[in-house]
């Protein structure tokens, strides 16, 4: 069983920055990616980053790209996402994940486990 902790959401004005933390624990892969998703009120749960065991392979959703950065810690099992000039429609519940591979995570978005959500909220 793997244990998934988010932190580090929260209400910010738009164009403010947020970083949100998640810790593993646990059994899980000798080797996994992490990543996040988020859930906007009355959506579904969409992809945003994710990021390989070793950090050399990072992938962002469209959305995100140039505004966000995933980053994993020394420790390999927390990973970070650092948002910068958010805008209300970054609005969502946002989620950690884990699967074996950043691929996984970004083209199945069925992750094997998942934290259990931290709200960020982006006022206008």
């Known amino acids: 069983q793997v244990q998934l902790v988010e932190s580090g959401g929260g209400l910010v004005q738009a164009g403010g920055s947020l970083r949100l933390s998640c810790a593993a624990s646990?059994?899980?892969?000798?080797?996994?990616?992490m990543g996040w998703f988020r859930q906007a009120p009355g959506k579904g749960r969409d992809f945003v980053a994710a990021?390989?065991?070793?950090?050399?392979?990072?992938n962002y959703a469209d959305s995100v790209k140039g505004r966000f950065t995933i980053s994993r810690g020394n420790a390999k099992n927390t990973v970070y996402l650092q948002m910068n000039s958010l805008k209300p429609e970054d609005t969502a519940v946002y989620y950690c994940?884990?699967?074996?591979?950043?691929?996984?995570?970004?083209?199945?978005?069925?992750?094997?486990?998942w934290g259990q959500g931290t709200q960020v909220t982006v006022s206008s």
């Open positions: 994940a884990v699967d074996s591979t950043v691929r996984r995570l970004y083209e199945l978005g069925t992750p094997n486990y």
């Open positions: 646990g059994r899980t892969f000798t080797t996994y990616a």
């Open positions: 990021i390989s065991w070793g950090g050399s392979i990072t």
